[in-house]
């Protein structure tokens, strides 16, 4: 039982790389979600999306980009990393319906210097 | 827009004592309302979650919250701490028609032998 999981485990950044975070769930839920989450701000939502094909803003959605080609994998890059966008990054899955939970990956810790 | 507020980002408590962790939330309409842990270097799991029906829910580890409108809170409570229960909890919330899950900050659990 697989989940959700996400690749890389942790990555160090050069201010201005580029990267992509992969995350693979397979459970076939059709919502998928990225998080960040920093020191006292709990969880804020970067992206979402309800489907293959679909995406959306979040909260804090500046300086990422997401795509959701397939219904089991939801990609977020970076197309220039900055040292603000040092954080521990989450995908999650769920089913469409509000009263189901969301099941989260083990966590992407991304540092850049 | 829907919103939950944690209050207290630390509570000590002792091994053997109650455990309260507080959560009130904000939502124009009837919300659905999760409990998640995060052990350190893990992802989030869910504790317990409240849709529909019986106010007071029960979760995994002996938790347990209860869904009081009146008040907009959902507290969890645990009678007797244990040494395993040092974690970062996590209150969200979800509306019907929203499709976002929503954190809170977060609240660090510490027990003391």
């Known amino acids: 039982n697989a989940g959700v999981t996400q690749t890389p485990k942790f990555r160090v950044l050069k201010t201005g790389q580029s990267m992509t975070l992969l995350c693979a769930q397979d459970?076939?839920?059709?919502?998928m979600y990225w998080y960040r989450q920093d020191p006292g701000m709990g969880l804020r939502l970067i992206h979402y999306?309800?489907?293959?094909?679909?995406?959306a803003k979040g909260e804090v959605p500046d300086g990422y980009n997401v795509s959701r080609l397939k219904k089991q994998n939801f990609l977020l890059g970076l197309e220039s990393a900055a040292p603000s966008q040092t954080s521990v990054y989450f995908c999650?899955?769920?089913?469409?319906?509000?009263?189901?939970?969301?099941?989260f990956g083990q966590g992407t810790r991304l540092t850049v210097v | 827009a829907q919103s939950v507020t944690q209050l207290g980002s630390h509570v000590s408590v002792s091994e053997g004592a109650l455990v309260l962790l507080r959560c009130n939330y904000s939502s124009s309409v009837p919300p659905y309302l999760f409990w998640y842990v995060q052990y350190p270097n893990q992802g989030l799991q869910l504790l317990l979650k409240y849709t529909t029906g019986a106010t007071l829910v029960k979760g995994i580890n002996g938790f347990e919250a209860e869904f009081k409108k009146s008040e907009t809170s959902f507290h969890l409570t645990k009678p007797s701490a244990h040494m395993s229960d040092a974690a970062e909890y996590f209150c969200a919330v979800r509306n019907t028609g929203f499709q976002k899950l929503v954190f809170g900050t977060g609240t660090r659990l510490l027990v003391s032998p």
């Open positions: 459970m076939n839920h059709e919502y």
């Open positions: 999650a899955s769920s089913l469409v319906f509000e009263n189901t939970e969301a099941f």
């Open positions: 999306s309800v489907g293959e094909g679909t995406t």
